[in-house]
Every structure is written in C-alpha cells, then in structure tokens.
C-alpha cells in the first residue's frame, strides 16, 4: 500500500498492524517526524512493514516504479492542491491492474450542512455558491463534487467502483470531545456505516470516500 500525505502516520501504522506493507510519503517535515518517533515505538516486525517516504505526492513518480502498489490512499489531500488531476493521475499509474484507488475528500455538494446545522446562517448560504471552506484548523482550503471526481477517475484509468458517505451524523461533534460509552458509540458507529452507505444519507456526508479499480 502507497499512503499519500502520510501525516503522523496513523493510518500507515494501523494498516501495518494488521499485516499490510506500507510505504507512506509525507512532504512536511514536522509531520514525517512525528511518524518517524510513532513508527519507532512499535515491534519490529510492524517497523519491517513500513516504509517512510519525504516526499510530495505529486512526485511519486520520482521514488516509484509505475505498478508498484495494490492500494493508493490518497486521504484528505486534495483539499490542499489546488488542481487535483495531475496528482490523481500520476497516483493511478502507481496502481497495479486491479489496484484500487482510494480517496477521502471533503463533499462540496454538502458545505452548508454544517454550518447550517451549527445556525451559522451568512456561511451556509455562502457555501452553496463555492467549493472554498476554512476547515478546523483554520486553512482556507477547497472541496470536491463526486461528479467532477467520477469523470476525472474515468479519464485516468481507475473508474469509480464505489463511494460511501463520512460523518453523516457527528460532524458537529466538537474536536475536543471525549468517546462516548462503549455501548452508544457501538451504536452510533453502526449508524454512521449505514447510513455512510445508504442514500440519501450518504450523499450530504462532511466527506465522501471514492474507491476507484485501476483496469
């Protein structure tokens, strides 16, 4: 597995522990050493199944073979570059035949839902007209419509398979809150996957997870 925009290696560390290799490319230096010290804090054998790439992953071209991967993730990264197509096609063209394509991008057909459901009324109705947010860190950065993603998957060769909706439901949940009880967060983990797969829930999710299948 290929994991585009590493960050503190979250995922690539989680992925490894149950039995995926991973090579993960991370640009920011602060956030690939973050990696770095979480990845040494592990066994062995999970260290073995990580690789840390510094890098960006407009340029995996340079430190990849074409073919190389089974599985790109490429999660919450567009939102940051501007022009995304360069990126998702230099990313399928690491993909082997059969190799899927994953991404997790913020859903532009949905913006105003959340500061609608938070009564911050001037910013919803502005979020109807533009693909531009602030996200929680306080970035200007932009979202995705599925369709534009759909055609663009087609055209690199690693058409849309399926997509799913992200927090449908805890969007507005504040960072800084805690897990709720075992048995509430069991259920509302269950909703969440329902509904992230059911329309029309799925499609006013914060996020929306495309999956596209390299032919």
Known sequence: MLDVGLGQGTQALRLARVGHRVTGIESDAEMLAAARAALAAEPEGIRARVRLVEGDGRDTGVHFLPGSFDVVLCH?????VDEPDGLLAGL??????????????RNADALAMR??????????????????YTNRI????????????????????????AWYGVRVFT????DEAGLPPEAELTALLAAE??????????SVAALTHLCGVRG
């Open 115 to 132: 500061p609608g459901l938070s009564g911050d009324w001037p910013t919803a109705l502005t979020a109807f007209d533009t693909t531009a």
């Open 193 to 202: 996957e329902r509904a992230g797969r059911t329309d029309p829930y799925r």
């Open 138 to 161: 306080g970035l200007e950065v932009r979202a995705d419509r599925r369709a534009d993603l759909t055609a663009t998957l087609a055209g690199i060769g690693a058409p849309l398979h």
């Open 171 to 174: 969007d507005t949940v504040p």
């Open 76 to 80: 919450g990264v567009l939102m940051y």
């Open 92 to 105: 399928a063209r690491m993909l082997a035949p059969g190799g899927l394509l994953s991404l997790l991008v």
